[in-house]
């Protein structure tokens, strides 16, 4: 008998871990989905969820995009996903990462953890206190390693073009409209590279101030957050948190393209389908946000280094071509091809 365990993300998944500590406030799920290709490697999450139940979703959507990522990128890892519940007040401790640590080392290396959401290169070095399986440490010179940031954002500039490509006939981005949706680690620095490029920016971020300063230094059409996505423009590119394309907001889109690094963009697997239908262009996020997760993988099995992440991260607007050429041919969504594609490479 198979059963979702009351979860419809639960995707036989080899096994979800409750940790708590009462010492140290920690309460942690790691979600490890496969370890077909190799031990499950993806970041811990540091959040504040409205409850338990829903950080039990997010850890098993996310693991189950770490297993796409991650066998659409190449790489000899399987996915696997951390969240750490934050108290409303963002409560982090040293004591606390380090629990988590211990939590990560209990399952013997079958999960990999690194930085994700609310985790910074000081909390990995609290959390390689305590175990091995960590990868996202400080780097220097051409070392691979550290902020995945700087990488993942790379990695979405290179596919964004290349949908713009697709989609627009050109990737030379001076004078496209783009539509930026949150301004942190990775959506500030794509949108960076967009506006060196002479990229038409409208952007929005949850920290006004943050919003404001980018447009201060950099030029841009600031709007509310709950306005960006239906912007008139040419790409919209979400970079803030997932499920924000429903049925509600798809319908309002208004540009040609989708292209950005936000995980679990899609709110439901039925809205590939509407993205299709509606004749957008969608860069299925698990392919065009890999460049993090190529940097700390590569870290972590101690394979090439900076010249070699670069070269990886080049491969990037191939994948996607993959997958927008098959969907071509059968006439399927861009997200389901894409799944498909992924679970060809896991041998699901």
């Given at each position: 008998m198979q059963t979702d365990w009351g979860f419809p993300d639960f995707d036989e998944h080899e096994g979800v871990h409750l940790f708590s500590d009462?010492?140290?406030?920690?309460?942690?799920?790691?979600?490890?989905?496969?370890?077909?290709?190799?031990?499950a490697a993806g970041g811990v999450r540091f959040w504040h969820y409205a409850d338990s139940a829903a950080a039990i979703t997010d850890a098993l959507r996310l693991s189950r995009g770490m297993s796409y990522k991650n066998a659409m990128a190449g790489l000899p890892m399987g996915g696997g996903k951390g969240v750490i519940l934050a108290d409303p007040a963002r409560t982090k401790t040293p004591a606390m990462l380090e629990a988590f640590g211990r939590a990560v080392d209990s399952l013997g290396g079958r999960y990999v953890t690194a930085e994700d959401v609310g985790i910074a290169e000081a909390d990995m070095i609290a959390i390689a206190k305590a175990t091995r399986y960590v990868s996202g440490l400080p780097a220097e010179g051409e070392k691979v390693g550290g902020d995945p940031g700087p990488y993942t954002a790379k990695g979405i500039y290179l596919g964004l073009r290349a949908a713009a490509k697709r989609a627009l006939g050109t990737d030379d981005m001076k004078g496209v409209r783009v539509a930026?949706?949150?301004?942190?680690?990775?959506?500030?620095?794509?949108?960076?590279?967009?506006?060196?490029?002479?990229?038409?920016?409208?952007?929005?971020?949850?920290?006004?101030?943050?919003?404001?300063?980018?447009?201060?230094?950099?030029?841009?059409?600031?709007v509310a957050p709950d306005a960006i996505l239906t912007s008139e423009v040419?790409?919209?590119?979400?970079?803030?948190?997932?499920?924000?394309?429903?049925?509600t907001t798809i319908d309002a889109l208004r540009c040609k393209a989708v292209a950005g690094g936000a995980n679990n963009q899609l709110a439901a697997p039925e809205d590939g389908a509407r993205l299709h239908d509606r004749g957008i262009l969608y860069a299925p996020d698990y392919v065009i946000n890999a460049g993090g997760?190529?940097?700390?993988?590569?870290?972590?099995?101690?394979?090439?280094?900076?010249?070699?992440?670069?070269?990886?991260?080049?491969?990037?607007?191939?994948?996607?071509?993959?997958?927008?050429?098959?969907?071509?041919?059968?006439?399927?969504?861009?997200?389901?091809?894409?799944d498909r594609i992924a679970q060809r490479r896991i041998g699901r």
């Open positions: 009462r010492e140290t406030g920690l309460q942690a799920v790691i979600a490890v989905h496969s370890t077909k290709l190799g031990p930026v949706q949150g301004l942190g680690s990775v959506g500030g620095r794509l949108a960076q590279m967009l506006a060196a490029d002479g990229a038409l920016l409208t952007v929005a971020d949850v920290d006004a101030a943050r919003a404001q300063r980018f447009v201060d230094q950099h030029g841009a059409t600031l040419d790409i919209v590119s979400p970079n803030a948190l997932g499920a924000i394309l429903d049925a997760i190529i940097n700390v993988a590569l870290e972590y099995l101690g394979q090439g280094d900076r010249a070699e992440v670069d070269a990886r991260l080049a491969q990037i607007p191939e994948r996607l071509v993959e997958v927008w050429d098959e969907a071509d041919r059968t006439g399927d969504s861009h997200a389901a091809v894409a």
